[in-house]
Protein backbone atom coordinates (compact mmCIF):
# COMPACT_ATOMS: atom_id res chain seq x y z
CA UNK A 1 0.00 0.00 0.00
CA UNK A 2 2.58 2.28 0.94
CA UNK A 3 5.07 1.76 -2.13
CA UNK A 4 1.83 2.32 -4.06
CA UNK A 5 1.24 5.48 -2.63
CA UNK A 6 5.08 6.61 -2.61
CA UNK A 7 4.53 6.78 -6.32
CA UNK A 8 0.85 7.37 -7.51
CA UNK A 9 0.93 7.59 -11.14
CA UNK A 10 3.18 4.34 -11.05
CA UNK A 11 1.61 0.91 -12.64
CA UNK A 12 2.34 -1.33 -10.13
CA UNK A 13 2.09 -5.34 -11.35
CA UNK A 14 2.89 -8.48 -9.30
CA UNK A 15 6.19 -8.69 -10.21
CA UNK A 16 7.34 -5.51 -9.18
CA UNK A 17 5.91 -5.73 -5.94
CA UNK A 18 7.10 -9.05 -5.64
CA UNK A 19 10.80 -7.46 -5.86
CA UNK A 20 10.05 -5.08 -3.70
CA UNK A 21 9.01 -6.57 -0.84
CA UNK A 22 10.93 -9.61 -1.34
CA UNK A 23 7.72 -11.79 -1.38
CA UNK A 24 6.75 -14.19 -4.51
CA UNK A 25 4.82 -13.13 -7.28
CA UNK A 26 1.63 -15.20 -6.41
CA UNK A 27 1.59 -13.12 -2.70
CA UNK A 28 1.93 -10.27 -4.62
CA UNK A 29 -1.11 -10.92 -6.59
CA UNK A 30 -3.14 -11.45 -4.03
CA UNK A 31 -1.54 -8.65 -1.89
CA UNK A 32 -2.82 -6.38 -4.87
CA UNK A 33 -6.51 -7.98 -5.11
CA UNK A 34 -7.07 -7.43 -1.51
CA UNK A 35 -5.77 -3.39 -1.24
CA UNK A 36 -7.80 -3.24 -4.63
CA UNK A 37 -11.12 -4.53 -2.64
CA UNK A 38 -10.36 -2.33 -0.24
CA UNK A 39 -10.34 0.48 -2.54
CA UNK A 40 -7.12 1.63 -2.20
CA UNK A 41 -6.19 1.12 -5.61
CA UNK A 42 -7.51 0.06 -9.36
CA UNK A 43 -6.52 -2.56 -11.51
CA UNK A 44 -5.90 -0.69 -15.05
CA UNK A 45 -6.60 -3.23 -17.89
CA UNK A 46 -4.69 -1.37 -20.69
CA UNK A 47 -1.79 -1.37 -18.56
CA UNK A 48 -2.29 -4.56 -16.46
CA UNK A 49 -1.61 -3.27 -13.57
CA UNK A 50 -2.66 -1.49 -10.46
CA UNK A 51 -2.05 2.20 -9.71
CA UNK A 52 -3.10 4.05 -6.64
CA UNK A 53 -6.30 5.16 -6.61
CA UNK A 54 -8.19 5.68 -2.92
CA UNK A 55 -11.75 5.57 -3.53
CA UNK A 56 -12.68 8.29 -0.99
CA UNK A 57 -10.71 11.76 0.36
CA UNK A 58 -10.95 10.07 4.10
CA UNK A 59 -9.36 6.84 3.38
CA UNK A 60 -6.56 8.99 1.13
CA UNK A 61 -6.06 11.09 4.42
CA UNK A 62 -5.91 8.01 6.41
CA UNK A 63 -2.78 6.40 4.17
CA UNK A 64 -1.22 9.69 4.25
CA UNK A 65 -1.03 9.73 7.63
CA UNK A 66 0.31 6.27 7.99
CA UNK A 67 3.19 7.40 5.14
CA UNK A 68 4.04 9.82 8.49
CA UNK A 69 3.91 7.28 11.13
CA UNK A 70 4.96 4.10 9.90
CA UNK A 71 9.07 5.52 9.56
CA UNK A 72 8.83 7.48 12.54
CA UNK A 73 7.61 3.91 14.13
CA UNK A 74 9.44 1.40 11.90
CA UNK A 75 10.70 -0.96 15.16
CA UNK A 76 7.38 -1.03 16.57
CA UNK A 77 5.33 -1.75 13.78
CA UNK A 78 7.96 -4.58 12.80
CA UNK A 79 7.87 -6.39 15.87
CA UNK A 80 4.37 -6.27 15.72
CA UNK A 81 4.27 -7.53 12.84
CA UNK A 82 6.71 -10.65 13.01
CA UNK A 83 5.62 -11.16 16.52
CA UNK A 84 2.63 -13.98 17.06
CA UNK A 85 -0.27 -13.42 19.43
CA UNK A 86 -2.15 -17.03 19.84
CA UNK A 87 -4.50 -17.79 17.53
CA UNK A 88 -4.99 -14.68 16.05
CA UNK A 89 -1.39 -13.34 14.40
CA UNK A 90 -0.37 -9.94 15.11
CA UNK A 91 -0.16 -9.14 11.46
CA UNK A 92 -3.87 -10.21 11.04
CA UNK A 93 -4.27 -7.42 13.73
CA UNK A 94 -2.57 -5.07 12.14
CA UNK A 95 -4.02 -5.61 9.21
CA UNK A 96 -7.91 -5.63 10.41
CA UNK A 97 -6.59 -1.93 12.09
CA UNK A 98 -6.94 -0.78 8.58
CA UNK A 99 -10.26 -2.76 7.52
CA UNK A 100 -13.15 -0.09 6.37
CA UNK A 101 -16.51 -0.17 6.53
CA UNK A 102 -19.25 0.84 4.42
CA UNK A 103 -21.47 1.86 7.65
CA UNK A 104 -18.65 4.17 9.72
Given amino acids: M ?4 QAPAQVWDENAIA ?3 YVSS ?4 VMLQKIAAAGICQ ?4 SSGY ?12 IDQLA ?14 HSKAGNNSRVQQFADAFKFFKDK
Avoid at 43 to 46: L, P, T
Wanted: aromatic share 8%; net charge negative; proline share 5%.
Fill in 68 to 81: ICYPRNLIEVTNMI
Fill in 43 to 46: FQEA
Fill in 26 to 29: QEAA
Fill in 51 to 62: IYAPASAELNEL
Fill in 19 to 21: KRL
Fill in 2 to 5: LLLH
